[in-house]
């Protein structure tokens, strides 16, 4: 934790150390270590060895007969779709070593409310998504002494759905104590607080195993689609709607999704209502260099991975200057990308039964260095 922190701290001060993009060419293993894709890899291993053994979650528990089961329990099937990671988080942590039945051997607890499934409740539905809240913190506040402890500074949610942000207006100590992991990361709006909260990254599980496509079976320079919701999204149209390198489609697609993603270099990311989509893991799945144009996106697991050696980051304001941008990545350089990439598309997956450094075990990671971080107060 303590090598992590003084890094960013150092990467912030001192541009010779955060480097460029090809600060792994600079220095020959003395600051930065030949595995780049990590801030610290020693220091992540052994902390993770030790989060692995030691973390412990409480689970609020309900039972089947609960009205309220369906929002409260894990669902019964594999989750997919746009905001899986949501489900998919609380699936795989309740049958997971890390749940204990004792509170009082717990690092922290877990409220399990979905975000998703009060959206779509008919009972409470968006309008009626703040009441809930204020009603079952109110609940687990008087039926158990844990919330009252630390008003809720080890207690956690989940969330993928960026309704969740709103959610919390009526729970005010949930926003300001506990740790939101959520999807619409961004530290621009005042819901989301960085440092305290994670991001969790937002995977549309893709079927099959991941594609091993060479870099240079790649034709296209750029590669975006999506719809027109966005000033961000109307400035890359404007600049690069009819170009031949880049490729922006706003329509409908020609060939498929999958076959545009494996054609590409790099594949675009560009913010919409919100920052975050999961066209990042997509991007990473089918082994393209994602480029992030979305300003103040805490990207996920920013503190465990450098995202400067895997993507390239790109301020909004610089969308004119995108091909100059991505044409001035050398071979040598867009090499190491693409390698990096295929690196760390594992943590950016989610699997029934967990996998080591997974999207499961990345998040438990960020839960455990918040908890850490929680005992030195
Ligand atoms: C983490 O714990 C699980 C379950 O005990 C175990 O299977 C796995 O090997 C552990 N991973 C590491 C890296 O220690
Ligand atoms: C809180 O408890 C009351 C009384 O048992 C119940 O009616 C209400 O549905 C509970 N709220 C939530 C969100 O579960
Ligand atoms: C927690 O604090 C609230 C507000 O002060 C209080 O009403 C409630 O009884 C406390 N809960 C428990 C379990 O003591
Ligand atoms: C693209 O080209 C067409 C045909 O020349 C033109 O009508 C259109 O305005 C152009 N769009 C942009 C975004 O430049």
Known sequence: MGVIALITVLSELCPLFSGSRNSWLLFSGKYVNDNAVFHDRDTFMNDYKEMNKSLKIYVYPHQKADPFSNVLLAVDFEPGGNYASESYFKKVLVTSHFTT???SNADLFFLPFSIARLRHDPRVGIDGIKDFIKSYIFNISHKYPYWNYS??????????HSIGRFAMEKAIDVKINAIQVVCSSSYFVSAYIPHKDASLPQIWPRLGSEPNLAPYKRKKLGFFAGTIN?????????WWGNDSDIFVHFGRLERSYTEELLDSKFCLHVKGYEVNTARVADALFYGCVPVI??????????????????SVIVATLDIPLLKKILQGITQQEYLMLHSNVLKVRKHFQWHMSPVDFDAFYMVMYELWLRRSSLRLQ
């Not at 697991?301 to 400067?308: E, G, N, T």
């Open 101 to 103: 039945k004792d509170p």
């Open 293 to 310: 144009i979305a300003n103040h996106y805490d990207l996920p697991f920013a503190d465990i991975l450098d995202w400067k050696h895997f």
């Open 230 to 238: 966005s000033p961000v999204r109307e400035k890359l149209l404007e």
């Open 151 to 160: 008003n809720g500074a080890d207690h956690f949610y989940v969330a993928c």
